[in-house]
């Protein structure tokens, strides 16, 4: 550790930098900052650097604030659209408590306890986020909803006219240190999706929360405004980030795969999907945590409604990509339900406890539905054992309540936080009177 201090202080001052802004998210998300001198990193490296937890999201109460923030010197970036007289890096912080432990509540700490406890199982537990998001105008420096563009899935210029934003948004991301393997226009007006080289699932959680601030950033250069809300326009798709799961073990060996399955899964895959099955209820309620995400979650715009396994069938819970001979690397399965609303930590955290629950007790899934599952009839769902996740964030929020795993997973003060936050939002929710409300009973009433 002394070595990689050394290194990055002597990085920060070839570099240039003027400015540290040393980073960490709230339960909810929410990206937090402070910012330093960089001539006061060589200290903050050594001591950490103290802030009141009692004004985060899900910390702490008053009589209990003082936090610690730990910068991880494997983090550093510098941050390439600050200008060279602010010339600013990077780093990601752990939250520690006075006495120099991980604080219980912090959500990287969350997902390095999940992680530890996979790799002593033999395990690494790797994560390949897909985000999607809007690109919206602005009007005399305002937001709005109006697309940037009119452009479909795919589609090139001059219909997609935000490819130089995506260009400029990956050469940002890779001046940060991170591979950006694609990007793309998605299905709705004005909707696109960058996609990252998968990794560790602490360094993907990282690089989900790094692209979100970069899109925002490079978006505002084009006097654009990026929004990562999952269902923002009536009628057009919403954004979600799918989530590409597999497990390494130490050799670097992919252990999803089995040459001798059909899907070409290992049975440690299928009992892993059958953890994620059994808990998916619990987990919609942290990887799609808002009133909105649930507006996403319908049927008819391939997002996922239904607790099921495909390959083909893309309106499935957890699909698995087809298998092409020389990339037994990416075996992998891809959980559809998370949106970019979610905090990457505990979304990943939950993600991987639900499925070494699966391993643990050798759970095995139920056959995988192949045909289009919003179209099949009632009485076939029931006869297929089909079952659906929660349509709001309260009945996720009832789930959670019943899922000791899951539960467990985020530890019992971020579990208490994150729940008194959700029902908040809910009844601030269903106390308004919405537009909808006005126009259908106003007159007729």
């Not at 390095?112 to 986020?129: H, I, Q, R, T």
């Not at 709005?144 to 991301?173: C, E, Q, W």
């Not at 009992?271 to 996403?296: C, D, E, M, W």
Request: glycine share 6%; proline share 6%; hydrophobic share 35%.
């Amino acid at each position: 550790m002394e070595a990689a201090k050394k290194e990055v202080l002597e990085r920060a001052k070839s570099d240039g930098v003027k400015f540290i802004n040393l980073q960490f998210t709230d339960i909810l998300g929410t990206i937090k900052s402070v910012s330093i001198p960089a001539a006061r990193l060589s200290d903050v490296l050594e001591k950490g650097i103290w802030f009141d937890g009692s004004s985060i999201e899900g910390f702490v109460r008053i009589c209990e604030s003082d936090m610690i923030l730990v910068p991880d010197p494997a983090t550093y970036q510098v941050t390439p659209w600050t200008p060279a007289e602010r010339k600013s890096a990077r780093f990601i912080c752990d939250v520690h408590t006075p006495e120099g432990v991980p604080f219980e509540g912090d959500p990287r700490s969350i997902l390095k306890k999940a992680v530890n406890e996979a790799k002593k199982l033999g395990y690494d537990y790797n994560c390949g986020p897909e985000v999607e998001f809007y690109l919206f105008k602005k009007e005399e420096g305002k937001i709005t909803t109006d697309p940037h563009d009119l452009g479909g899935y795919f589609d090139y210029s001059p219909r997609d006219m935000a490819s130089n934003v995506r260009k400029d948004i990956i050469i940002a991301l890779e001046q940060m240190g991170m591979e950006a393997e694609m990007g793309h226009h998605e299905c709705g007006p004005g909707q696109h999706e960058i996609d990252i080289r998968f990794g560790d699932a602490v360094t993907a959680a990282d690089n989900a929360i790094t692209l979100k601030y970069t899109i925002k950033a490079i978006a505002n250069k084009h006097d654009l405004y990026a929004s990562f809300m999952p269902k923002p326009l009536f009628g057009q798709a919403g954004s979600g980030m799918h989530v590409h799961q597999s497990f390494f073990d130490n050799k670097g060996k992919n252990i999803f795969f089995d040459a001798k399955d059909k899907y070409k899964l290992s049975k440690l895959a299928y009992n892993f999907i059958a953890g994620q099955l059994l808990h998916a209820k619990a987990l919609t309620a942290i990887v799609a945590p808002t009133i909105n995400s649930y507006k996403r979650l319908v049927s008819g715009y391939e997002a996922p409604v239904y607790i099921c396994w495909a390959q083909i069938n893309r309106s499935s819970l957890i699909r698995i990509p087809r298998y092409s001979p020389g990339r037994e690397q990416s075996t992998r399965c891809e959980l559809r339900c998370p949106d970019p609303s979610c905090n990457p930590y505990l979304a990943f955290a939950a993600m991987l406890m639900a499925g070494l629950d699966g391993i643990k007790n050798k759970m095995t899934p139920p056959p995988p539905v192949e045909e289009d599952v919003y179209k099949i009839e009632e009485t076939r769902l029931q006869e297929l054992n089909i079952d659906m996740l929660p349509f709001s964030i309260k009945r996720a929020i009832e789930e959670l309540k019943k899922d000791s795993v899951v539960k467990d997973a985020m530890g019992k003060h971020a579990f208490e936080k994150f729940v008194k936050a959700k029902l908040k939002e809910f009844d601030e929710y269903r106390m308004q009177i919405t537009p909808w409300e006005i126009e259908k009973y106003l007159e007729c009433l």
